[in-house]
Each structure stands twice: as C-alpha cells, then as structure tokens.
C-alpha cells in the first residue's frame, strides 16, 4: 500500500536554527476513529523503516493480530531525512529542484517530533489512545511524549534510552567511517557511498544480534570447510539487502539523529525531563541487548512517574523487539487492559 504524503508548505524551524523551506510528510493510516476518537494508537518506527508498520510488524499490526484496524486508528508515519516519502536528502531544494544529497541539514530527534506533530495537527489527532515506538522510534516517542502531557494517554518504548549512550554513538560512527571511505562518497548523485553503506549495515548487524544468536543460526556442518562460512555470506548479503532499498545519505544522518537524543538537553537534565512525562508509560527491554542494555530501560522506568519495566528474553539481541512478537502481544494486551502489568 502507497503512503500518503502530506505536504506542508510553512516547512520546518529546525533544533538548529536553519530551517526546511518545505516539508512533505509520508504516511499510512489503517481504520477509523471510534465515535470518541479515541482510539488512535501512533507508531513511531526503527532506523531504516517505513511508514507501513503492517509490512514491518507483523504479528503485532495486522487484521489478524492485537493491533487490528477494525478497532485502532493506527497511524505511522515516516522519520524526516529518511527516503520512504518524507523530506530527506534525495529530496529536491525547493529553491532550485536539485537534490540536497550533501547539503541536507543536520537533524535531531526533536526535528522529526516536530515533523510529526505537524502531521498531527493536520490529521485533527486531538488525544492519542497509546503512542509505541522502538529504538530510534523510542527516542522520538519519549520526546513527543514530553510535548504532548495531556493528549497521550499510554506510552510504550521498547528498546531504547533517555540519551543515546557512548557505546551506542561508537558503533554509529564505525558505520558512518564506513561511508566516508568509500571513493563514491564525495559524488552527488542517488548512489553514493553504497558500498560504504554495506559495510555499515555489517557493522550495525553484529550490534542488534548477539553471540549466541549466529552460533545458532550461522553454525558450520562442514568440519572441513575453510572459507565461504554462512556467517561471511550473511553478513554481505544483509549489506546487499539494505543497498537495495535505501540510500547512504538517509543511513548516515538518521545515525546522526540518533547520536542526538538526549531527552534532557536544556530541560534541566534527564531526571527532570523524565519527570515531566505524566502519560502511563510501559518500558520494555530484550535481556540479551546489546546496543540499548537492559539498564537503560530500568532507568526509563526508574523515572517516568507512571512507568512499569518489562523484560522480554530473547535470542536475538536488540533485533528482539521485532522478532517476539508473541510475548510482546501477550504483554501488550495486558497493559492496555489492566492497571498493573507485573501483577498479572
């Protein structure tokens, strides 16, 4: 199914001072509001996705699954500086109608909270019945969260953090290296810094799986085998896989957003921005991540004031939120039907 795209011809006063001229938002909404309109659940997706969660999410939004539009108003709507519809580096100026590629602005997590709410407002969502998001997702529900005090009832963040940490900046500028040596780079067309690329989704790859997770699925048969391992093959096919449907410029500056978040920057610090989020808030954390541990989701839990943390256990890693889609329903439909989700 195609996005919708609204276009918002004010543009957008960015965290930085430098502004977007105009701004086209892609987004894909599934059923309709109840007669109290309020039963929009707002999904805010992971790094390289897109606007339809029912193609990413399965098992958790679909007509058969907890999420069904038959009784949710779902909305999903793409990041600002990605390359699914919504104003990113591809895009072209409006001043001259060439693309941005390397003159695109820099972005923060507030940048794409304020994208969205300005498709909020376009769409007439008044309240949000529960808002859900994951890693990069996460980031930016915990900042919409901190705006909308009064207009969001339920917040549920999945692996993700209240800043982005050291270790987690380390891996996105590993990636970011990656792209910057490939000779394409320094070009300005759709391809540049593919290869790079490639090899960043490598290196991003070994974050959001574990150990033990390829020494299940990458293991050896063949005693005698001394080159062309399955885990060699894999790794360069998902380099292959994402070069097929994105492009370097999109990856290196939603890293860059990442890098950013820190909910607590000019707000008096993270316990007083955690303070300030008075929606009943679910914090989910997969045992075996490694990019955004379990301590980062106590530490959400710990200082949201209407917070609960839960802990799913997973094979495989961060990587986690999107494969267990059957304890998180279970945990879902628990905390949106009942007050205390660890008394259950």
């Known amino acids: 199914m ?3 795209c609204y276009i918002h011809k004010e543009g957008l006063q960015l965290e930085s001072g430098e502004s977007l001229k105009e701004l086209n938002i892609a987004y894909h909404t599934y059923g309709e509001y109840d007669p109290s309109r309020n039963n929009v659940i707002w999904v805010c997706h992971a790094l390289t996705a897109n606007s339809d969660v029912f193609d990413w999410w399965e098992g958790l939004f679909g007509e058969k699954d907890l999420f069904n539009p038959k009784d949710y108003f779902i909305v999903c709507a793409n990041f600002l500086g990605s390359c699914y519809g919504t104003t990113g580096p591809l895009s072209p100026k409006p001043t001259n109608g060439q693309a941005y590629y390397h003159d695109f602005p820099q972005l923060t997590v507030r940048d794409l909270v304020g994208a969205h709410e300005i498709l909020r407002k376009h769409l007439k969502i008044d309240r949000i019945h529960m808002m859900i998001g994951s890693s990069l997702g996460g980031m930016q529900a915990l900042e919409w969260a901190y705006l909308l005090n009064g207009k969001l009832d339920n917040l549920v963040v999945l692996a993700s953090n209240a800043r982005h940490s050291p270790w987690g900046i380390a891996f996105n500028e590993s990636q970011r290296m990656s792209i910057e040596v490939d000779p394409t780079w320094k070009k300005s067309n759709d391809e540049a810094g593919l290869n790079g690329m490639r090899v960043a989704r490598s290196i991003a790859l070994l974050s959001y799986r574990t150990y033990a997770t390829y020494d299940h699925s990458q293991q050896e048969n063949d005693e005698g085998k001394t080159d062309d391992y399955r885990a060699s093959s894999y790794q360069r096919y998902q380099g292959e896989k994402l070069a097929r449907r994105f492009n370097a410029y999109s990856y290196w500056h939603l890293s860059k ?12 610090g993270l316990v007083a921005a955690l303070n ?3 929606s009943r808030t679910l914090v989910i954390g997969v045992n075996s991540d490694q990019i955004f541990p379990i301590n980062e989701q106590r530490y959400l ?3 949201i004031p209407n917070a609960e943390f839960l802990e799913i256990k997973s094979l495989y ?3 986690g939120f999107l494969l267990e889609q059957e304890q998180l329903t279970q945990v879902l439909k628990t905390f949106l039907t009942t007050n205390k989700i660890n008394e259950q």
């Open 276 to 278: 300030n989020i008075k």
């Open 317 to 319: 890693g961060h990587d």
């Open 2 to 4: 195609n996005p919708n």
């Open 257 to 268: 957003i990442m890098d950013s978040h820190d909910i607590g920057r000019k707000r008096n």
């Open 301 to 303: 839990a710990d200082h």
